[in-house]
Nanobody
Framework: QVQLAESGGGLVQTGGSLRLSCAAS????????MGWFRQAPGEEREFVAS????????NYAESVKGRFTISRDNAKNTVYLQMNSLKPEDTAVYYC?????????????????WGQGTQVTVSS
């Protein structure tokens, strides 16, 4: 079993920055691919970013490329999402997800474990 706990969400103005953290416990974090997804009210949960185990290969949604950066610290069992140049359309609940494979994915159904989410609100 893997437990994931997100933190770092909040209210920020347009153009501001936030850093989300996701602490993992329960199993060998370094072997897992990790992802961030988000869900706005009335919308489907969508892929934001992912990072593979081992290689650390990263992948981003087009809407956040160049503004968001995903990273991981295996010694701390934590994955991060640095969000810069935030826009009102980034407002959503952000979820951390773990996949029990090294290769990351953009598909939410390929992630077995999910956190409870953290709210990010960007005011205009």
């Amino acid at each position: 079993q893997v437990q994931l706990a997100e933190s770092g969400g909040g209210l920020v103005q347009t153009g501001g920055s936030l850093r989300l953290s996701c602490a993992a416990s329960g199993r060998t974090f370094s072997n897992f691919a990790m992802g961030w997804f988000r869900q706005a009210p009335g919308e489907e949960r969508e892929f934001v970013a992912s990072i593979s185990a081992g290689t650390g290969f990263t992948n981003y949604a087009e809407s956040v490329k160049g503004r968001f950066t995903i990273s991981r610290d295996n010694a701390k069992n934590t994955v991060y999402l640095q969000m810069n140049s935030l826009k009102p359309e980034d407002t959503a609940v952000y979820y951390c997800a773990a996949r029990t494979r090294a290769l990351s994915s953009r598909l939410r159904y390929e992630y077995e474990y999910w956190g409870q989410g953290t709210q990010v609100t960007v005011s205009s």
